[in-house]
């Protein structure tokens, strides 16, 4: 992380944002390391310390509950 300025205190970021393809695969990542917040890292820049699991919906453009928010 050096390469972005990122010190040793703030060196365990947090994952922001993620892309996923259809294939389940991250492509990308939007991390914070304390104040600073990088975008568009990819999986070989990002090294896993603690991994927390987590699913999401699958978003429908015909849904008619998502048209409403």
Known sequence: M???????ED????VLW???NESS???????KFGS??????SEADVEEIVV?????MPKRDDDADR???
Request: aromatic residues 6%; glycine residues 8%.
């Open 52 to 56: 927390k699991e987590h699913s999401h």
């Open 18 to 20: 993620h892309s996923l």
């Open 11 to 14: 060196a365990v970021g947090t």
């Open 67 to 69: 048209k409403k928010k």
């Open 25 to 31: 695969e991250i492509g990308v990542y939007d991390m």
């Open 2 to 8: 050096e390469r972005y300025g990122i010190n040793e």
């Open 36 to 41: 600073t917040v990088i975008r568009n890292l």
